[in-house]
DNA sequence: ACAGGAACCTGATAGC
DNA sequence: TGCTATCAGGTTCCTG
């Protein structure tokens, strides 16, 4: 699934293209991607337009003219495609379909059907938990080497498992957390709790780097992610470790490690990262 | 509170 | 070629 960089990616490019389109018609080919109510409630924002689209976590927020609002989370392979009236650029396994007046219109694909949609009426009727407790942006001020530290010496699982966990901080997903290790020289087993302050500060700034690389890059395409005008990102060429689990490591050339760890695979450099 | 595993789904690919 | 097994950018729920 996408994570941060392909979330907001995909909302700066939707925001130039969709805002204040009065939106004619809403077809939704498959109601259970619609999670929280009825699918049919979604009719509520017929003829409104869509006033802002953000990225909150990996939740994408649009904001309605008439105060409703609609959290999209892609999960594993969602995508939000854009398609203008002239250039249709057909998406796969659409689910649902939002058709502007200008007979442009934006796509939910989803492959594996695992990605949500929610509606609700008014903002303050959000109550999704997933997205209520999400924890620090990682490319906003308050995300520094002190509130890393604070929140890790509080926690004892492993540090691989406590960077996926998006109330804590969020946005990271399986690709940007072992990119991050790696690039901080931190094994994916150790205990958050282990990490000292010149290692969560070594962490914070790479997280902050790698997120900020990747989003410059149009994201990282491994199979599914496509940007919001349905093409690839660039970032997979620069990974060091994710998905080279059979290679060598690209600094010391020593056999790379992949193991499950939180559930996910893990690949890491067991020299290089202590 | 937390770790581990299953569940939710479909499709691509590796291996036999 | 064709079948089967495995795996996948995530989250949530259940069990121990």
Redo the contacts with the bound molecule.
């Keep these: 699934?996408?994570?941060l960089p392909?979330v907001e990616v995909i909302c700066r490019y939707l925001k130039t293209k969709i805002c204040n389109k009065k939106i004619n018609k809403i077809d939704i080919f498959l109601s259970?991607m619609i999670k929280n109510t009825k699918a049919e409630d979604l009719h509520y924002i017929e003829g409104q337009a869509f006033s802002d689209i953000r990225r909150r976590?990996?939740y994408i927020v649009l904001e309605c003219t008439n105060g409703a609002v609609l959290l999209v989370?892609l999960?594993?392979t969602g995508r939000l495609v854009y398609n203008d009236a002239e250039k249709i650029t057909c998406d796969t396994?659409e689910r649902v379909r939002f058709t502007f007046d200008d007979g442009s219109y934006l796509a939910y694909g989803d492959?594996?059907?695992?990605g949500a949609i929610y509606f609700f009426k008014q903002a303050a009727e959000i109550d999704?938990?997933?997205y209520l407790e999400l924890g620090v942006e990682p490319l906003t001020p308050n995300f520094t080497p002190q509130i890393c530290y604070e929140l890790m010496s509080k926690?004892?699982?492993n540090i691989k498992?406590f960077l996926?966990n998006?109330k804590y901080i969020t946005g990271l997903?399986?690709?940007y957390v072992d990119e991050a290790l790696f690039a901080s020289k931190i094994l994916p087993t150790r205990t958050a709790n282990s990490l000292n302050f010149k290692e969560c500060e070594e962490l914070t700034s790479n997280i902050k780097r790698l997120l900020t690389e990747s989003i410059g890059r149009g994201g990282?395409?491994?199979?599914?992610?496509r940007n919001g005008e349905g093409t690839k990102g660039r970032n997979q060429d620069y990974l060091m470790v994710y998905g080279r689990g059979k290679e060598n490591c690209l600094i010391c050339h020593n056999k790379l490690q992949s193991k499950t760890i939180?559930?996910?695979?893990t690949v890491f450099c067991d020299k290089c990262q202590k």
């Design positions: 699934m996408p994570e392909e259970r976590g990996k989370h999960r594993m396994h492959t594996r059907t695992l999704i938990k997933g926690n004892k699982s498992s996926l998006q997903g399986n690709i990282t395409t491994f199979r599914d992610y939180a559930g996910r695979t």
